[in-house]
């Protein structure tokens, strides 16, 4: 497969050196429109300085490929995928905003390749991974998504550090959560719904965010009683959102906040990144549940340090990307819902970041 690759950030980079190992993958052209960007040494890699908005040259790169892949910030998105429907190039992205998906699935409805937005970690491998095991129960009353990515060491007030694209994290802030309530689809303020839990000794908050639930509302409407996704922070950080967000209305001025983030927020690549879905539901001998928890630590790969949200978010994009090369994917929008947890367990990267703690892979998924 010759794979374009738009978008050189800390997770494009992570995309690009996980297919370098990949069979399937012949080529990867990445591109970015920032020169001079540090690259790792990738035999099967080849770099351009690209401006996404030029539609001529966007066309240009996208021609000719087997798959493109958007790595880049969500608002990019549909000028990306537009070109891709015009030159019947398989499109993924990682996007987590539900605007971009909707258009994205619009470009969808007659394309002869697929189309797959959500392709990361929330959305994208929570939800596959959530689907599977309500489908192991016959009635299913409660579908609950729980994922965080966190530093494992803060000590200012927010008890955060950035780790991943800062405007995906205040967008997801902002806008209304999908979910199941009575077995219908309602919408849910961000930042509310919070509660507290604990896993492996330590406390935590979580609260509704958006996208993170992607379409499963849709999927499991009328079938599933309660559905819903909630991001994980140390508790305290959510009042400290809401007190940005609300009480000084930087929910209508985001981009100033942006900027307040990537200038005096630190960045980490010491994180962590927590996975927790808790199913309930009956068979014919009572009341069940299931549950699937991970954590994935960062690692090394071919001699590079990257984060645990690097590592996770593009194993999930890799893996689809395997099973669209073995033609396991079918042609127009493509749920993250339809993919087997079976066959992305089964792919390369898939296996080695997301293997269950509980099936004799190590508590920290090492690559």
Same mark, same amino acid.
């Given at each position: 497969?010759?794979i ?11 995309i ?8 399937f ?30 539609s ?23 000028e ?5 429907a ?18 994205v699935r619009?470009?969808?409805?007659k ?5 797959m ?21 016959p ?29 995906g ?13 009575? !077995? =219908? @689809?309602?919408? $849910?303020?961000? #930042?509310?719904?919070?509660?507290? +839990?604990t896993l ?5 908050e ?20 309660e559905?819903?996704?909630?991001t ?24 100033l ?27 014919e ?11 994935i ?5 071919d !001699? =590079? @340090?990257?984060? $645990?949200?690097? #590592?996770?978010?593009?194993?999930? +994009? ?13 042609n ?28 004799g ?7």
């Amino acid at each position: 497969m010759k794979i374009g690759l738009l978008g050189a950030g800390k997770v494009g980079l992570t995309i690009a050196a996980m297919l370098e190992s990949c069979d399937f993958c012949r080529e990867i052209h990445l591109a970015d429109v920032r020169g001079g960007v540090a690259l790792p040494p990738l035999s099967k890699l080849q770099y351009e300085t690209l401006d996404f908005t030029d539609s001529r040259k966007l066309d240009g790169f996208i021609r000719g490929k087997t798959a493109v892949v958007s790595a880049a910030p969500f608002y990019l998105n549909r000028e990306i995928a537009t070109a891709c429907a015009r030159h019947r190039v398989a499109y993924f992205d990682l996007t987590e905003d539900v605007e971009t998906t909707t258009a994205v699935r619009r470009l969808a409805e007659k394309a002869s390749v697929p189309f797959m937005p959500q392709c990361g970690l929330a959305p994208g491998a929570i939800n596959i991974i959530g689907s599977n095991l309500a489908q192991e129960l016959p009635s299913v009353r409660s579908l609950e998504l729980r994922v965080g990515a966190l530093p494992l060491y803060a000590s200012n007030s927010m008890k955060y550090y950035l780790s991943w694209n800062t405007a995906g994290l205040i967008n997801e802030y902002c806008h209304l959560c999908d979910m199941l309530y009575s !077995g =219908r @689809r309602m919408q $849910a303020k961000a #930042l509310e719904g919070i509660e507290r +839990l604990t896993l492996d000794g330590t406390e935590y908050e979580a609260f509704y965010t958006s996208g993170g639930v992607g379409t499963l509302c849709e999927t499991y409407e009328g079938r599933v009683r309660e559905l819903n996704y909630k991001t994980i922070r140390y508790p305290g950080h959510r009042d400290l959102m809401e007190f940005l967000l609300y009480d000084l209305n930087l929910i209508d001025n985001r981009k100033l906040l942006t900027e307040i983030f990537d200038q005096e927020v630190p960045t980490t690549e010491t994180d962590v990144v927590i996975i927790y879905v808790n199913v309930v539901g009956q068979d014919e001998q009572g009341v069940k549940q299931r549950s699937f928890a991970k954590k994935i630590y960062g690692d090394h790969l071919d !001699g =590079r @340090r990257y984060s $645990a949200i690097q #590592l996770s978010t593009a194993a999930g +994009l890799v893996a689809v990307l395997e099973l669209f090369s073995g033609g396991r994917l079918g042609n127009g929008f493509v749920k993250q819902e339809s993919v087997s947890l079976a066959d992305f367990l089964a792919t390369r990267w898939g296996g080695r970041v997301y293997a269950p703690d509980d099936q004799g892979s190590p508590t920290d998924a090492r690559v």
